[in-house]
């Protein structure tokens, strides 16, 4: 198996009308500069619940998480070792692996992404060699494959019309195309975003989709455009400039270690999730310098194109470094007791004490939170 590397509401109706930092184009894309998002601290965040997720010997994990919330709680895949798929109840009790890679019965060879379905089963993207599968693990455990696909994934999501987006990326030799449609028998019926890396390209292990009101947002590294693919198309939505750290054109004209060293010189910015409700865009984006990585998180009003940042090192992370996703019109960010801890001492709202408890391990705490900003 090869080796895999971690790395709107509505438009405006006259697009080119500038606003205080973003602007629509005259196609309808929001474009904004990276250097003019204000900079807010966590005065303008309200804690509104906190979910400790229970951890045990059995379900230690890295802090490179993947969780996607549903009515049956949260499932949670460790995103650096892709070796299964973890489910809590909505209050964060631990009920066990519903998907394992292994050899055994039930298992999995190999694992890439999930979803899970209306009803609660597991949809799994298992990649191996230039071939994908997608398996269903159903609620009662059973594992059963879908459809085998010809094209190499590293990440999919289902559309409502029973049919999948994948997305292989710049893949190259592998990948003519970064995105393909499949229907229920796996076979490919459309073909989108042609791969003109003629290079060789490593894979690529990241998170491509992301649901949207109107329809599925799409990211991927090395590009500073966002997608949306709705009625069966793809369209750019959004582009932020990132300055300095955009990624230069000779990047595309060598091969992908030499490639690697001119990011490691210059810098480079990157999407590491994109989330969106009916009024707003929330990135989580990645930023490598010389003086080192950090995050900066970004939140954009669709409407007015006002965008507003904060910041957070790996080495110092925060309460609302790493966004999960919107819950109704507030945000769901991952974050660690010790984090908790460390950022509100007593300062915990009462409310919340008795949640966060004093266990053998460091453990992971879902955060929602209001943002005031407009």
Not at 7 to 31: H, K
Request: aromatic letters at 14%; glycine letters at 6%; one cysteine or more.
């Amino acid at each position: 198996m090869m080796k895999r590397i971690c790395f709107v509401s509505v438009l405006l109706i006259v697009f080119s009308c500038n606003t205080e930092n973003g602007f629509y184009d005259e196609s309808g894309v929001l474009q904004l500069k990276l250097d003019d998002a204000k900079l807010i601290d966590n005065s303008y965040f309200e804690i509104i619940d906190l979910i400790p997720l229970e951890t045990n010997s059995q379900n230690l994990m890295s802090m490179e998480l993947r969780i996607r919330e549903h009515k049956d709680g949260f499932f949670v895949m460790d995103a650096e070792k892709f070796d299964a798929v973890h489910h809590f109840d909505q209050s964060g009790k631990y009920l066990g692996k519903m998907a394992e890679v292994g050899e055994g019965p039930n298992q999995l060879l190999g694992l890439q992404d999930f979803q899970v379905s209306e009803n609660g089963d597991l949809l799994l993207l298992s990649s191996i060699g230039d071939q994908t599968s997608i398996y269903m693990k159903s609620k009662s455990g059973e594992l059963s494959k879908i459809s085998d696909v010809d094209y190499l994934a590293n990440s999919f999501i289902k559309l409502e019309d029973g049919g999948y987006l994948l997305a292989g990326g710049y893949n190259s030799p592998f990948v003519s195309n970064r995105v393909v449609k499949i229907d229920l028998e796996g076979i490919i019926q459309e073909s989108f975003l042609p791969n003109d890396y003629t290079n060789m390209m490593i894979p690529l292990s990241e998170r491509n989709f992301y649901e949207s009101i109107d329809g599925v947002n799409y990211t991927e590294i090395f590009n500073n455009k966002v997608y949306e693919y709705s009625n069966g198309k793809f369209s750019i939505v959004l582009e932020i400039d990132f300055g300095k750290y955009s990624i230069p054109s000779e990047f595309w004209d060598v091969d992908i270690n030499e490639g690697f060293e001119i990011l490691m010189e210059n810098g480079f910015a990157t999407y590491k999730s994109l989330f969106s409700n009916s009024n707003f865009y929330l990135t989580n984006i990645h930023i490598q310098s010389k003086s080192g990585f950090y995050k900066k998180v970004v939140l954009i009003n669709k409407e007015s194109g006002r965008s507003y940042f904060w910041e957070a090192t790996t080495q110092d992370e925060d309460l609302f470094s790493d966004p999960i996703g919107f819950k109704n019109d507030e945000v769901m960010f991952l974050s660690y007791h010790s984090v908790l801890k460390e950022k509100l001492g007593n300062q915990v709202p009462i409310a919340f004490e008795n949640k966060l408890e004093e266990t053998e391990f460091d453990y992971p705490v879902l955060v929602q939170a209001k943002i005031n900003v407009k």
